[in-house]
């Protein structure tokens, strides 16, 4: 990273320490030491207050190290998909799998209990996931491997998912009314295999 090299040669230019710098700019020494040794990259914020303080455009503060800028970001939102991704997964199997022991084993009202928030903190997180693929521009199925695997389709493909976008929002309509059908007849199997069980 160049990064590294212009806030070490601008601190000097300035006769600061790294701790010094800062304080100035409100943060660790650490991280100060972290950026010029290209471990880290510092943040928006801090980005902003060391161009201030070199009084440098951001964009000469930085040159240079825009890929690299766009390398870091798009890897953070690569992770925040994949980690939100993974919580809705479990999140939704707990909603398909818990529903007939907690009926059977609780009694209605303790059943919705469990269930009513489970079911909420499910659909928040599936908006959060929604934001991302809306954020990042991945909407079909194609293009939400392409970006978890931290690749991006070239501009023939991606025009090509864009065409398929309408039928897929279809597709996945009819797919979601099956999966809750075929969801709400394995509940019912499980509820009477487990009273089938439980009276047994």
Do not use: C
Not at 122 to 140: G, Q, S
Not at 149 to 178: H, I, M, N, T
């Amino acid at each position: 990273m160049e990064l590294g090299g212009q806030i070490r040669k601008y601190r000097d230019a300035l006769g600061l320490s790294q701790e010094e710098l800062a304080e100035k700019i409100f943060v660790t020494r650490q991280s100060v030491s972290n950026w010029e040794n290209g471990k880290t990259y510092p943040d928006l914020q801090s980005l902003l207050r060391l161009s201030e303080l070199f009084s440098l455009s951001l964009d000469e503060l930085i040159k240079g190290d825009i890929e690299t800028m766009k390398e870091e970001i798009n890897k953070a939102e690569i992770e925040k998909m994949n980690r939100w991704g993974g919580l809705l997964t479990l999140l939704m199997l707990a909603v398909v799998i818990l529903p007939v022991p907690l009926l059977k084993l609780l009694d209605t009202v303790g059943f919705l209990l469990v269930m009513g928030p489970l079911f909420v903190v499910a659909m928040a997180v599936a908006l959060k996931v929604e934001k991302i693929k809306k954020d990042n521009d991945v909407h079909t199925y194609k293009e939400i491997v392409a970006f978890s695997e931290g690749r991006r389709l070239d501009e023939l493909d991606k025009a090509v998912e864009k065409g398929k976008r309408p039928y897929q929002a279809l597709v996945a309509a009819l797919s979601a009314a099956l999966i809750a059908l075929l969801a709400a007849g394995a509940i019912s199997l499980m509820y009477l295999a487990f009273d089938y069980l439980t009276k047994g």
